[in-house]
């Protein structure tokens, strides 16, 4: 879990957002989500195949009126630990710390170092963390966007699929650091937008769309959210 370092939040939320971060995701360690059911009014529980958990999705996501409450999670963590580094970032930071072959403790403070150099602290700095997913692509799509764009940013996946850069997106649209009234994108990370005082949900969200319509205008790529907007 040590990958995990950091992210705010309670554990209720991890299964709602199936949270993740330098190369793992909640999903990958879960056993069980246990919910109240409004409509029974009864406690169940939820096997991780029962909870549609993908890209920072859930079917919890998608509950109104407080349909389900999660009530607690319960983790299935491997008998014999394994460092998880694929993580092209993750790697060479502990590679400048001179980990060869780092322990959990290493892992964790690596991540916490990335964390506190690249992520505002939402106690200091109003933000909800990453505002969009990172788009994912097939394999042509990907190989056209390479050709035009050779710095893009861009990850494997299986089934000759390909995760792109949301950050990389908005940076070569020139949007990193800019504010909109009280609303802006965070200077250390594209894909944060933040309120430096004061903005209204409406300044927001006007900020969120300027981002997808540029973005899209020049790359044809559509920023979904990663955060859950109500009353919108």
Known sequence: MENLALIPGLTGAAPIQNIGAYGLEL???????????????????????????????????????????????????????????GYVELERELAARGCARPSAGD????VCALRRRKLPDPAQLGNAGSFFKNPIV????HAELIDRFPSLV???????????????????????????GRAGV??????????????????????????QERVLARFGIALEPEVLIIGA
């Open 27 to 85: 999903a990958e360690r879960l056993h069980s989500v246990s919910v109240w059911e409004a409509a029974t009014g009864e406690r169940r529980e939820m096997a991780p195949e029962d909870c549609g958990l993908g890209y920072r999705e859930s079917v919890f996501k998608h509950d109104r009126g407080g349909q389900r409450i999660v009530l607690a999670i319960t983790l299935r963590l491997p008998r014999r630990w394994e460092p998880v580094t």
């Open 107 to 110: 892992i964790f403070d690596a």
């Open 138 to 141: 097939d394999r042509a799509r």
């Open 154 to 180: 861009s990850y494997p996946l299986a089934g000759g699929r390909y995760k792109i850069g949301a950050a990389w997106l908005i940076e070569a649209c020139q949007l990193r650091g800019v504010s909109r």
């Open 186 to 211: 965070y200077e250390g990370q594209a894909l944060v937008l933040v309120n430096r005082g004061g903005a209204s949900g409406r300044e927001v969200l006007e900020l969120a769309r300027e981002i």
